[in-house]
């Protein structure tokens, strides 16, 4: 569970609020990225608010990738118009966590931010890309992590952003394949060299080649391969056996992964839209200290996704 920010800053004053168009008394929030056209957040945090009661504005924001401190810059001037939080997704995480003055163990372990609050002391980082996963995998899904083996395709921020969560859901294992191996490597040294893994008694990562990766229980698809429209180079008979193959990306039909996944005989497929919504639904409990309910919010998301293209759930 998240360590749930306090003190947040007061909302935004009357003027700046009527100045922007947003209605005095409303809580400002913000998702920032490049491009952030596609993003879902404002439509899933609307619903969330209007769910529970919560009287918050929230909108998107295109930053430019340059000049280097533009990201700072755009964060810098919301917080000081009154904005209470950010969500932030590619390319800015890292620059997120470089930003924030406080982090959670996750987002610390993880090396991103996706979730910014403004307080006092400055801004809290947090990361609920993990969160988001093992909800889906194990209360929409039915997935029962105990126990289980995992194999995680990928070595870059979304993956970092899991490991952690899923290491805590009971696994016995967890594997990290990439298709350049010293990241992986490299992910696998840093996770089992933290206190937080190993006096936890946690089971170690394990980094390997992409080529060299074995069959697992659970398969979760990390890259940017399904977004990008290419199948991944997968060793023959790797999804023997495994119960669920997992993508982050979402889309209006199967992921390549996903047909990968069913032609190499996996038990079951799943896209990433219901971790795009729990990940949500975690941000929104870190900033509002209310839990809100996911069901119907995925629902309504899968009914309009039909026909889309592919998008990733660590995209907020």
């Not at 340059?66 to 950010?86: I, K, W």
């Not at 470089?98 to 987002?107: E, G, I, N, V, Y």
């Amino acid at each position: 569970m998240s360590e749930k920010p306090s003190d947040l800053s007061a909302a935004a004053p009357s003027g700046d609020a009527e100045a922007a168009g947003i209605a005095p008394g409303r809580d400002r929030y913000l998702v920032v990225g490049n491009p952030i056209g596609h993003s879902r957040s404002p439509e899933i945090h609307a619903r969330f608010a209007s769910q529970t009661g919560q009287v918050i504005s929230y909108e998107s924001l295109l930053v430019p990738v340059e000049p280097a401190d533009a990201f700072a810059g755009a964060v810098a001037a919301f917080v000081a118009a009154g904005g209470r939080g950010l969500n932030v997704t590619l390319p800015f995480k890292e620059r997120a966590f470089l930003l924030a003055t406080r982090h959670t163990p996750r987002a610390l372990l993880a090396g991103a931010v996706n979730t910014l609050s403004a307080g006092p002391d400055g801004l809290y980082g947090d990361n609920t890309d993990g969160p988001g996963l093992v909800t889906d995998l194990q209360q929409r899904l039915g997935v029962d992590l105990a126990g289980k083996t995992v194999l995680l395709l990928g070595a870059g921020g979304a993956a970092r952003g899991v490991v952690m969560s899923l290491l805590q859901a009971g696994i016995v294992e967890l594997i990290v394949a990439n298709r350049t191996p010293e990241r992986a490597r490299f992910l696998a040294t840093h996770f089992n060299g933290a206190a937080a893994v190993r006096e936890a008694g946690l089971p170690p990562v394990r980094g390997i080649d992409q080529a060299a990766a074995r069959p697992a229980d659970v398969i979760v698809n990390a890259t940017s391969s399904s977004t990008l429209g290419v199948d991944l180079a997968l060793p023959c008979g790797l999804f023997a056996g495994c119960l669920l193959a997992y993508d982050c990306a979402y889309g209006g039909r199967p992921t390549p992964f996903m047909t990968q996944a069913t032609l190499g005989g996996a038990a079951k497929t799943a896209d990433g839209l219901g971790m795009l919504v729990e990940q949500a639904a975690e941000s929104f409990f870190v900033w509002r200290g209310v839990r809100p309910a996911t069901d119907e919010v995925y629902r309504v998301l899968r009914e309009s996704t039909s026909g889309q293209a592919v998008g990733s759930a660590d995209d907020s």
